[in-house]
């Protein structure tokens, strides 16, 4: 009995240790980890079991691909059909992606990032309620590696002629390139 009585008490007390460490290292997507993702509501999921780390210097060393697509309102009359289309979207996402990389280093491994930006339908019966119809649209970002998602954003923009879609997408590169 009182060989069992401390190895039952230090089980005890690894597993409340542990229980704490859990929780202090829970990952809420809702919570604001950057001054920038508290302009307008933002979620992220970040996959730590894949090689985020990894991912941050494709970025930095120019090996990347982008996919992505526009998704215009379809109830409602349009106002980005007009302003912005999806080469137009990757011309400002290579501008704010240039400002991060350092080399040209060649890598067999290349950061998929695949976005779309989507306008909110407000005409849309399925809308929850007025707060839904605030915001003019958002962008969803995946980056992916070796076909494994790493990090998903989605981030509003306000301006119904997306005139903040390039903040919105610094917001996004910076907030990636942060978790180190």
Known sequence: MKKILPII???????????VFEELNKFDPKKKRLECQEKTITFEKIEFENPIWETNN????????????????KLMQSHLINILDVSQ?????????????????????????????????????GKKGAKSKLYAGYLVFEFKLDGKLVYKIQTDYMDIDGKDIEERMNCVIDSFLSIK
């Open 58 to 73: 494709l970025i930095e060393t120019n090996n990347f691909v982008i996919k992505s697509d526009i998704e215009y309102s």
């Open 9 to 19: 008490l230090i089980a005890i007390i690894l597993f409340v240790t542990f229980a």
């Open 89 to 125: 979207a990757d011309a400002i996402l290579n501008k704010v992606l240039k400002k991060h990389i350092k080399s040209n280093q060649v890598s067999d491994k290349k950061l998929e990032i695949d976005y779309y930006i989507y306008e909110n339908d407000k005409e849309d019966k």
